[in-house]
């Protein structure tokens, strides 16, 4: 594992012609791992917005699953979500999110979900393919993982990112071809299970992680979040692996209620 990274400082040139060019100042040190990553979860409070892509692998217990979120889809057994995607949007100051999953290996199963005026929405294709109201916990972080869980990726970012017992840099990286610094995560199982027990009433006790490794990546010239890669193993549900890429920071995204002609009454 890479030591700590300098932060590269602006190269000093000549002030005028003829003149040799001034040195470059020394490199600045890279700020404490945890006051990066904070900073990074500051800017990534005060964007208003941004859209979030990326991949699901692993392979569920759906029972389990169907148990933990509340929602019955009609499967059973250990089933491999190899092909997953994941798209969102996010307005962090509304504290909305309208996402949809899809996974192409378990009979084309899509999940979507809106979090939206304290409340979420939730419609599987293979269902009635009728939205599911259910009203938030008003905690936002717990309103965000009852409502969505996988489907909230600033939840899991926050989550991930709060329950770590060591963040390590590793390096300058790249995402979406902009630079980046990259950390590793190291967060503790019994601090993630003790979380998700708080965050989210009645999850059954069952319920629990056995290990969980990120990565996690900040963009160099904004300072907020780039990406976000975890793996998480579960004794009663499996494993879990989960990559996300964080952009289009600002960009106006419109996340309303369906209509109540799409709702389950």
Do not use: W
């Given at each position: 594992?890479?030591?700590l990274?300098?932060?590269?400082?602006?190269?000093?040139?000549?002030?005028?012609?003829?003149?040799?060019?001034?040195?470059?100042?020394?490199?600045?040190?890279?700020?404490?791992?945890?006051?990066?990553?904070?900073?990074?979860?500051?800017?990534?409070?005060?964007?208003?917005?941004?859209?979030v892509?990326?991949?699901?692998?692993?392979?569920i217990?759906?029972?389990?699953?169907?148990?933990?979120?509340?929602?019955?889809?009609?499967?059973?057994?250990?089933?491999?979500?190899?092909?997953?995607?994941?798209?969102?949007?996010?307005?962090?100051?509304?504290?909305?999110?309208?996402a949809?999953?899809?996974?192409?290996?378990?009979?084309?199963?899509?999940?979507?979900?809106?979090?939206?005026?304290?409340a979420?929405?939730?419609?599987?294709?293979?269902t009635?393919?009728?939205?599911?109201?259910?009203?938030?916990?008003?905690?936002?972080?717990?309103?965000?993982?009852?409502?969505?869980?996988?489907?909230?990726?600033?939840?899991?970012?926050?989550?991930?990112?709060?329950?770590?017992?060591?963040?390590?840099?590793?390096?300058?990286?790249s995402?979406?071809?902009?630079?980046?610094?990259?950390?590793?995560?190291?967060?503790?199982?019994?601090?993630?299970?003790?979380?998700?027990?708080?965050?989210?009433?009645?999850?059954?006790?069952?319920?629990?992680?056995?290990?969980?490794?990120?990565?996690?990546?900040?963009?160099?010239?904004?300072l907020?979040?780039?990406?976000?890669?975890?793996?998480?193993?579960?004794?009663?549900?499996?494993?879990?692996?989960?990559?996300?890429?964080?952009?289009?920071?600002?960009?106006?995204?419109?996340?309303?209620?369906?209509?109540?002609?799409?709702?389950?009454?």
């Amino acid at each position: 594992m890479a030591g700590l990274v300098a932060v590269a400082c602006l190269v000093g040139i000549a002030a005028c012609s003829g003149a040799a060019a001034t040195p470059s100042p020394s490199p600045s040190p890279t700020p404490d791992p945890q006051t990066f990553v904070g900073r990074s979860l500051s800017n990534l409070e005060a964007s208003g917005t941004f859209h979030v892509e990326g991949s699901i692998t692993g392979s569920i217990d759906m029972a389990e699953a169907s148990r933990l979120s509340g929602f019955s889809i009609g499967l059973s057994g250990r089933l491999d979500l190899r092909g997953g995607t994941i798209k969102a949007d996010v307005d962090v100051a509304r504290q909305a999110t309208h996402a949809v999953l899809a996974f192409p290996s378990i009979f084309g199963l899509t999940i979507d979900v809106i979090v939206v005026d304290g409340a979420s929405y939730t419609k599987i294709n293979l269902t009635s393919g009728l939205y599911t109201k259910r009203l938030l916990d008003p905690t936002a972080i717990a309103g965000a993982l009852s409502g969505g869980g996988l489907a909230d990726p600033e939840a899991l970012l926050r989550l991930v990112l709060g329950t770590a017992a060591t963040i390590t840099p590793t390096g300058p990286t790249s995402v979406a071809g902009r630079q980046a610094y990259g950390f590793d995560v190291t967060a503790s199982a019994d601090a993630v299970n003790g979380a998700l027990q708080s965050f989210v009433p009645g999850l059954p006790s069952g319920v629990s992680a056995d290990t969980v490794e990120a990565e996690y990546a900040v963009y160099a010239d904004t300072l907020l979040p780039a990406s976000l890669d975890v793996s998480v193993t579960s004794s009663s549900l499996g494993s879990l692996g989960v990559q996300l890429t964080f952009g289009d920071y600002g960009r106006p995204v419109t996340i309303s209620a369906p209509p109540a002609n799409e709702i389950e009454p």
